[in-house]
């Protein structure tokens, strides 16, 4: 293995971060119970049904917090039991999970989109003795396979009515018989080496396997993301992705240690954009495709030649104008002028796309062009691209706000270290944010875990000599040549999907003499493809002006790669990849073999009449 280690900070850095602001306990209990009885002002904020927006107050939170975890004693749930919360990210999944593990319980969260077989692997893997069920919809698909969840006991029930459960609202009148010590021997009960959750990794190849990952793991993983960064005074936060997913959930509880507001978008993306506007969150996290949507969304004002070339001369003043004020010195006073005149036109629009208050947003789980995070950048939007997995609780490396490099994921979060295995490039990270094990799958475990405690995440990475990490591909991902040639699928991948007609791109190749691609249309942008290629809206994928447009994405790809690494020829299909189908995992990851099954033929086909050079 190299040598080079990660995760140091000087004492300069550490003037510059917020790691002094939390609660500093030492479980996620007492981190609840401190937070909401020592901050005012809002901790949660949501659209009611009437459409306005209502907040929460810290005392308010507390006091939900409490009924519903005196409910779940009242219902028998002991310290260790299991409890899975199935449901969309919305202010009662937060109380659902505080309330919990307030309890002593174990969270394993279900995505919203699970299908009732998915459902049913996490409920009865994990033992779980009661369900909060968001709908009565969700609540028929636990019925489908409760006869397999012998350990499950009790269904609660968020919203609506179903029969045979408990509603959220019970639950709380269950608990005004369980007096205020048995809450508080609860939460004191619980150590930092207890487990606090399972989460089951969203995996693209076979059935997820649930990581374990206790009070102290979470603990640790959030002081390192405090003591990363200034979160200033009163952090806001936009909740979008499933807090089923370990970064929402660890960011959740970041914000709440640090006496912030969790704002809950309305469940609806074509509604994200005026979520973002309505709320102007300090702070936002999304996957790349999200962010390149907007990209799109920003870009697409640059419509024709001449409104082309103002647009990105002010994207260049703005870059200019940042890359002088990080030095440390002002713009002279023509480029000052040429400033204003490019914010008021256009880089001040890119921002309010954003609310307008953003101080920087965090993304990550899959590549982000570099180009996109500049031109953001340029803007005003500084979004900071981050890694880790469901295993190294949820973050281990990030680019900071005052130490950051476009094109790599940042350094070590603080007590977190990174190695890059020397046999095979493979980045191993190390520390108290690392999980214990994968539930009841030893050989699993050592598989991943090693005896020194790194953990051998799978993907392929680079250090480079300041520590940031860049990471190249995924073992899985690697695809081997007729003649031999190991390429990453991934970084093609990333490259075609830069392209704003694009929602997806799948490499294949594997014991091929080159490599070919499957293309999906974003069918948000399928109007404005329609009017480009001037097709006729009817079969997009075989038509010749859309193949055309997708060709100069290919073509964009291919001019800075390898002939080895080009794609030779492609596929398109005019739809999107779904959770439905099995094509994608809920943070939009590709499960490339479920893809490669339901495309077979199309892809071999591509090879048919012979090699190409």
């Given at each position: 293995?190299?040598?080079?280690?990660?995760?140091?900070?000087?004492?300069?850095?550490?003037?510059?971060?917020?790691?002094?602001?939390?609660?500093?306990?030492?479980?996620?209990?007492?981190?609840?119970?401190?937070?909401?009885?020592?901050?005012?002002?809002?901790?949660?904020?949501?659209?009611?049904?009437?459409?306005?927006?209502?907040?929460?107050?810290?005392?308010?939170?507390?006091?939900?917090?409490?009924?519903?975890?005196?409910?779940?004693?009242?219902?028998?749930?002991?310290?260790?039991?299991?409890?899975?919360?199935?449901?969309?990210?919305?202010?009662?999944?937060?109380v659902c999970d505080f309330g919990s593990l307030c309890a002593g319980a174990v969270i394993a969260p279900i995505y919203q989109t699970?299908?009732?077989?998915?459902?049913?692997?996490?409920?009865?893997?994990?033992?779980?003795?009661?369900?909060?069920?968001?709908?009565?919809?969700?609540?028929?698909?636990?019925?489908?396979?409760?006869?397999?969840?012998?350990?499950?006991?009790?269904?609660?029930?968020?919203?609506?009515?179903?029969?045979?459960?408990?509603?959220?609202?019970?639950?709380?009148?269950?608990?005004?018989?369980?007096?205020?010590?048995?809450?508080?021997?609860?939460?004191?009960?619980?150590?930092?080496?207890?487990?606090?959750?399972?989460?089951?990794?969203?995996?693209?190849?076979?059935?997820?396997?649930?990581?374990?990952?206790?009070?102290?793991?979470?603990?640790?993983?959030?002081?390192?993301?405090?003591?990363?960064?200034?979160?200033?005074?009163?952090?806001?936060?936009?909740?979008?992705?499933?807090?089923?997913?370990?970064?929402?959930?660890?960011?959740?509880?970041?914000?709440?240690?640090?006496?912030?507001?969790?704002?809950?978008?309305?469940?609806?993306?074509?509604?994200?954009?005026?979520?973002?506007?309505?709320?102007?969150?300090?702070?936002?996290?999304?996957?790349?495709?999200?962010?390149?949507?907007?990209?799109?969304?920003?870009?697409?004002?640059?419509?024709?030649?001449?409104?082309?070339?103002?647009?990105?001369?002010?994207?260049?003043?703005?870059?200019?104008?940042?890359?002088?004020?990080?030095?440390?010195?002002?713009?002279?006073?023509?480029?000052?002028?040429?400033?204003?005149?490019?914010?008021?036109?256009?880089?001040s629009r890119v921002r309010e796309l954003f609310g307008g208050k953003l101080e920087f947003a965090a993304t990550g789980?899959?590549?982000?062009?570099?180009?996109?995070?500049?031109?953001?950048?340029?803007?005003?939007?500084?979004?900071?691209?981050?890694?880790?997995?469901?295993?190294?609780?949820?973050?281990?490396?990030?680019?900071?706000?005052?130490?950051?490099?476009?094109?790599?994921?940042?350094?070590?979060?603080?007590?977190?270290?990174?190695?890059?295995?020397?046999?095979?490039?493979?980045?191993?990270?190390?520390?108290?944010?690392?999980?214990?094990?994968?539930?009841?799958?030893?050989?699993?475990?050592?598989?991943?875990?090693?005896?020194?405690?790194?953990?051998?995440?799978?993907?392929?990475?680079?250090?480079?000599?300041?520590?940031?990490?860049?990471?190249?591909?995924?073992?899985?991902?690697?695809?081997?040549?007729?003649?031999?040639?190991?390429?990453?699928?991934?970084?093609?991948?990333?490259?075609?999907?830069?392209?704003?007609?694009?929602?997806?791109?799948?490499?294949?190749?594997?014991?091929?003499?080159?490599?070919?691609?499957?293309?999906?249309?974003?069918?948000?942008?399928?109007?404005?493809?329609?009017?480009?290629?001037?097709?006729?809206?009817?079969?997009?994928?075989?038509?010749?002006?859309?193949?055309?447009?997708?060709?100069?994405?290919?073509?964009?790809?291919?001019?800075?790669?390898?002939?080895?690494?080009?794609?030779?020829?492609?596929?398109?299909?005019?739809?999107?990849?779904?959770?439905?189908?099995?094509?994608?995992?809920?943070?939009?990851?590709?499960?490339?073999?479920?893809?490669?099954?339901?495309?077979?033929?199309?892809?071999?086909?591509?090879?048919?009449?012979?090699?190409?050079?």
């Amino acid at each position: 293995m190299a040598t080079k280690e990660q995760g140091q900070k000087s004492d300069r850095d550490r003037d510059t971060t917020g790691s002094n602001r939390g609660t500093d306990t030492d479980t996620l209990a007492q981190m609840i119970v401190s937070a909401t009885s020592r901050y005012e002002g809002p901790a949660l904020k949501f659209k009611t049904a009437q459409g306005e927006w209502e907040e929460v107050s810290y005392e308010q939170l507390g006091d939900e917090i409490r009924r519903v975890t005196k409910g779940l004693i009242a219902l028998g749930i002991e310290a260790g039991d299991k409890v899975s919360i199935f449901s969309d990210t919305r202010p009662d999944w937060t109380v659902c999970d505080f309330g919990s593990l307030c309890a002593g319980a174990v969270i394993a969260p279900i995505y919203q989109t699970s299908s009732a077989e998915e459902a049913r692997h996490v409920l009865s893997d994990s033992g779980a003795k009661l369900v909060f069920c968001e709908s009565p919809e969700l609540v028929e698909k636990v019925e489908e396979v409760r006869h397999d969840c012998p350990e499950l006991e009790h269904v609660v029930l968020i919203e609506g009515e179903a029969e045979g459960t408990t509603t959220l609202d019970d639950l709380g009148e269950h608990g005004e018989e369980i007096d205020d010590r048995q809450f508080d021997e609860r939460v004191e009960g619980v150590s930092a080496d207890d487990l606090f959750t399972i989460v089951y990794t969203s995996g693209t190849t076979g059935p997820p396997k649930g990581c374990l990952l206790t009070h102290g793991n979470y603990r640790a993983n959030i002081a390192m993301c405090e003591d990363a960064a200034d979160w200033g005074e009163r952090p806001s936060l936009l909740l979008f992705l499933p807090l089923a997913h370990v970064l929402t959930r660890i960011l959740q509880m970041l914000v709440i240690d640090i006496g912030g507001t969790l704002a809950y978008w309305e469940g609806d993306k074509d509604k994200l954009l005026e979520n973002l506007q309505d709320v102007q969150p300090t702070h936002f996290s999304a996957v790349p495709r999200i962010f390149e949507k907007i990209y799109a969304r920003a870009t697409a004002q640059a419509d024709g030649v001449l409104k082309e070339k103002a647009f990105w001369k002010a994207v260049d003043v703005g870059r200019r104008v940042r890359e002088l004020d990080r030095q440390g010195e002002e713009p002279g006073p023509i480029l000052r002028q040429e400033y204003l005149q490019a914010d008021k036109r256009i880089l001040s629009r890119v921002r309010e796309l954003f609310g307008g208050k953003l101080e920087f947003a965090a993304t990550g789980a899959a590549p982000v062009q570099p180009e996109m995070l500049e031109f953001f950048d340029a803007c005003g939007v500084l979004i900071l691209e981050g890694y880790g997995a469901t295993e190294t609780s949820a973050v281990a490396t990030i680019n900071q706000p005052h130490d950051f490099r476009f094109g790599t994921v940042g350094k070590a979060l603080p007590g977190s270290e990174v190695r890059i295995a020397e046999e095979d490039g493979e980045v191993l990270i190390r520390g108290p944010h690392v999980f214990q094990g994968y539930h009841g799958l030893e050989e699993e475990t050592e598989e991943d875990l090693d005896s020194d405690g790194w953990y051998r995440t799978g993907d392929i990475g680079e250090l480079d000599d300041d520590g940031f990490l860049s990471i190249t591909g995924r073992k899985k991902d690697i695809i081997v040549t007729s003649s031999g040639k190991n390429i990453p699928a991934g970084y093609i991948e990333n490259k075609i999907a830069a392209n704003r007609w694009v929602s997806h791109a799948v490499v294949y190749g594997d014991d091929k003499p080159y490599l070919v691609a499957l293309v999906t249309l974003d069918q948000e942008e399928r109007e404005s493809l329609v009017e480009e290629a001037g097709a006729d809206g009817d079969d997009l994928a075989d038509d010749g002006g859309v193949r055309s447009e997708i060709q100069k994405a290919i073509d964009a790809a291919n001019e800075d790669l390898a002939n080895v690494e080009q794609i030779k020829k492609f596929t398109v299909v005019d739809r999107e990849l779904t959770e439905e189908n099995g094509e994608i995992t809920p943070t939009m990851k590709v499960k490339r073999n479920v893809v490669y099954d339901h495309y077979r033929d199309e892809l071999e086909g591509l090879y048919d009449g012979g090699s190409e050079s």
